[in-house]
């Protein structure tokens, strides 16, 4: 007896059914690794996401406590300026009363106390023009 040939059609048909086998389920693996993959993005990203709120949400109390305090900082500094210049303002006038009160009671003596301190003012500019022109 003779072997009996294959058939060549018929002996790579389970090889071809095989093969398509495989790569159908390569194809499911992959489909599947891929879904994993995004299912596992997403939930980092919700993760991220909720990270993210919770910041938000510690964080939005602390800068609105912030800005209160800068606020009343801001105020209390603009009614320490107010005052300050306000005490000023009064301080001036009273000097300015007294000055005036003090030239009407001693007018001899204002005039002599004004021509001196332009005398005086006169010399210190004669001394610092004299001294500038050494240089």
Same mark, same amino acid.
């Given at each position: 007896? %003779? !072997?009996?040939?294959?058939? !060549?059609?018929? #002996? %790579? %048909?389970?090889?071809?059914?095989?093969? %398509?086998?495989?790569?159908?389920?390569?194809? &499911?693996?992959?489909?599947?690794?891929?879904?994993?993959?995004?299912?596992?993005?997403?939930?980092?990203?919700?993760?991220?996401?909720?990270?993210?709120?919770?910041?938000?949400?510690?964080?939005? !109390?602390?800068?609105?406590?912030?800005?209160?305090?800068?606020?009343?900082?801001?105020?209390?500094?603009? +009614?320490?300026?107010?005052?300050?210049?306000?005490?000023?303002? &009064?301080?001036?006038?009273?000097?300015?009363?007294? $000055?005036? +009160?003090?030239?009407?009671?001693? !007018?001899?003596?204002?005039?002599?106390?004004?021509?001196?301190?332009?005398?005086?003012?006169?010399?210190?500019?004669?001394?610092? $023009?004299? #001294? +500038?022109?050494?240089?």
């Amino acid at each position: 007896m %003779t !072997p009996i040939a294959k058939d !060549p059609i018929r #002996s %790579t %048909t389970p090889l071809a059914d095989q093969a %398509t086998r495989l790569a159908d389920q390569a194809a &499911e693996s992959a489909d599947h690794a891929i879904r994993a993959t995004q299912q596992m993005s997403e939930r980092g990203f919700d993760h991220l996401a909720h990270q993210v709120d919770n910041l938000h949400d510690r964080a939005t !109390p602390l800068l609105n406590r912030l800005t209160g305090q800068a606020e009343a900082a801001a105020r209390r500094g603009v +009614g320490a300026m107010r005052d300050a210049s306000h005490q000023v303002r &009064e301080r001036a006038a009273r000097v300015s009363d007294n $000055t005036a +009160g003090y030239v009407r009671d001693e !007018p001899m003596k204002s005039m002599l106390i004004a021509a001196a301190a332009g005398a005086a003012l006169m010399a210190v500019v004669g001394f610092l $023009t004299r #001294s +500038g022109g050494r240089d």
